[in-house]
Every structure is written in C-alpha cells, then in structure tokens.
C-alpha cells in the first residue's frame, strides 16, 4: 500500500478519535484543530518510522496529545505575556446537556484532562496512557485519581 493511501486511511479510521482526543486536552476547538492538524503533519513526517502499524492508533494518540498539550502551553504563555491573565481554559463541546460536568472537566490540570480523555476517552489503558504521555503507569494514576476526586468534589458541590 502506498504511503498517500495509508495516510488516507489513518485519516479516515481515527480522525475523529484523534480530533476528540485533542479537543478533550486542548479545552477549546480553536486550540484543537491547531494541535489536531499539526499533529498530522508531524505524523505524515515521520510516517515511514512506525514499524509495527497495529500500533499506528496510540502512535497517532501520543503526537497529538503532545501537540495539544504544546497547543496549550504557547496560549498559556501568549495569554500571560500579552494579557495579564492566568490560563482560562473552556472545554468546547457541541451539545452540553448538563453543563455542571463540562465545567468541572474545564477546572482540571492540564495533565489530568490529557489522562481522563486518553483512559476513558479513548480507552487506552494506564499502561497505555503513560507511554502516549512519557510518563510513567503510576504517574498516570495519581494524575486520574486526583482529576477523579476533584471531579466528584465539583459535581457533589453543584447538586447541593
């Protein structure tokens, strides 16, 4: 199979997970969409290094995760040099029925937004996780446990 068709097929079999993937860390589709479409060109860059394609998912997973991730960190960093401001982070979602839950999520570190949308988003495992976020299992954990407590503190606040 050609490189152009492989490239098209990845588009096509895990686009939308990856968009969603970024969208979940980037908090805002602007961010997302700059991370998502500089992830894939970092990907198609680098596309003859994958050796095993079963693994092309998570591959794919950890360049955009860091591209999100790096997405934030230049807004964070253009925020406070040119406005003053602390990060404002809103989590951009089409159709927010509850908002309670949203909100919550848009009160997580960065890092534990990148760990809840990666383990329960995609559903990779914590093994998995840490790989796409060079970090270790038990990094990941303590990240997901926290954002976890946090959430349930957020959301038991909100039905009082």
Known sequence: MSRDIEVEQAVADFGPAMFGLALAIAANVIDAEDAYQ????????????LRESSKRRQWLASIVARAAQRTLRRRMLWRRRHTGLAEATILAVAVARDPAPVAALSRLSRRQRAVVAL????GYSLAETADILSCSAGSVRSHLARALAKLRRELADDDT
């Not at 383990?119 to 995609?122: M, N």
């Open 38 to 49: 500089t992830a894939w060109l970092e990907a198609i860059g680098h596309w003859d290094q």
């Open 119 to 122: 383990h329960y988003g995609q």
